[in-house]
């Protein structure tokens, strides 16, 4: 089992920034990967950025060069730091943790609401 808390999000105005937190109820290294997912109004839910345990990092295109996914190993604690927001990264971001347990298990948080205003 893995509980996540989110912190972070709100509303800002385009090409502001945002933090967004996510803190593990166990280390990162015991799991297989760590990141975040968005689901905007009407739209499947979609990768945004995750660590692997395997030391990949992986970003969604539309995101590349403004997001910067990091992490405190020591608080099992993942960032996603949103710089250059735009209104079409406006969604519910969720975090993500995938373990291996047997099969392959997701587990989310409870979502955060980041809105960009135009």
């Known amino acids: 089992q893995v509980q996540l808390v989110e912190s972070g999000g709100g509303l800002v105005q385009a090409g502001g920034s945002l933090r967004l937190s996510c803190a593990a109820s166990?280390?990162?290294?015991?799991?297989?990967?760590m990141g975040w997912y968005r689901q905007a109004p009407g739209k499947q839910r979609e990768l945004v950025a995750v660590?692997?345990?395997?030391?990949?990092?992986n970003y969604a295109d539309s995101v590349k060069g403004r997001f910067t996914i990091s992490r405190d190993n020591a608080k099992n604690t993942v960032y996603l730091q949103m710089n250059s927001l735009k209104p079409e990264d406006t969604a519910v971001y969720y975090c993500?943790?995938?373990?291996?347990?047997?099969?392959?298990?997701?587990?989310w948080g409870q979502g955060t609401q980041v809105t960009v205003s135009s």
């Open positions: 993500n943790a995938k373990l291996k347990n047997g099969g392959l298990y997701d587990y």
């Open positions: 660590f692997t345990n395997g030391g990949v990092t």
């Open positions: 166990r280390s990162f290294f015991s799991l297989s990967a």
